[in-house]
């Protein structure tokens, strides 16, 4: 089946601007994950959602920042008032059981 | 909170011989530990992992071994061939509970010269 898929796959943006960064997990998995990677460092988790509960926001850097999902489908990150330092890769996982989490291909975001 | 520190951070090794990277993590509460490959340009893929039950988990010429007691585990890559060149990254389960949420090391680039 499919696997998980992001959009877009580049976005360049000026700052100040807000941008939206969207998530298709894989059909079926409950969990939906969303992490930062920085060039040539780690993932930062920054969101988890699971199911219809409500999601885990403890790693979400600042208040720029908010996620939603609808049900267990599409999940949007949401970045307001960009900052340099936003520029990164940002990953969604998707997983069934907690465990074993399938990631998607993320949007590379570059702020002017 | 929980942290993970992996070392080294660029390994490079003949084509044939063994690689092994190790992470060390901080809350003894953490049972769960994946390990990523990244292909340069690509997404992190799932290549093994192991829960806290369990000491040791092999996959053909991959293997994780896990010591609680010690708070590390390593990934061990047997007969190396060039496409095992990438970034890896362990990761370790932020508790409480099994969210699956991960906290990730620093990735180690393997290079492995034909």
């Known amino acids: 089946g499919a696997g998980v898929s992001q959009s877009p796959s580049n976005k360049v943006t000026e700052k100040g601007k807000d941008v939206e960064l969207r998530c298709d997990p894989i059909s079926g998995h409950t969990a939906l994950y969303w992490y930062r990677q920085r060039l040539g460092q780690g993932l930062e988790f920054l969101i988890y959602?699971?199911?219809?509960?409500?999601?885990?926001k403890s790693g979400l850097p600042s208040d720029r920042f908010s996620a939603e999902r609808t049900g267990e489908s599409v999940s949007t990150l949401t970045i307001q008032r960009t900052q340099q330092e936003d520029s990164a890769v940002y990953l969604c996982?998707?997983?069934?059981?907690?465990?074993?989490?399938?990631f998607g291909p993320g949007t590379r975001l570059t702020v002017l | 909170g929980e942290n993970v520190e992996q070392h080294p951070s660029t390994l490079s090794v003949q084509e044939g011989d063994s690689a092994v990277i190790k992470c060390t993590y901080s809350?003894?509460?953490?049972?769960?530990f994946p390990w990523y490959k990244q292909e340069l340009g690509k997404r992190p893929q799932l290549i093994i992992d192991i829960r806290s039950n369990v000491g040791e988990k092999k996959d053909q010429r991959i293997a994780v071994t896990l010591n609680k007691t010690a708070k590390h585990f390593s990934l061990h890559i047997t007969e190396t061939q060039p496409e095992d060149s990438a970034v890896y990254f362990c990761?370790?389960?932020?508790?409480?509970?099994?969210?699956?949420?991960?906290?990730f090391g620093q990735g180690t680039t393997l290079q492995v010269k034909p």
């Open positions: 809350d003894s509460a953490s049972n769960y």
């Open positions: 990761a370790a389960s932020i508790p409480p509970g099994n969210t699956g949420k991960l906290i």
């Open positions: 996982a998707s997983s069934l059981d907690t465990s074993k989490q399938f």
């Open positions: 959602f699971q199911g219809n509960s409500a999601p885990d």
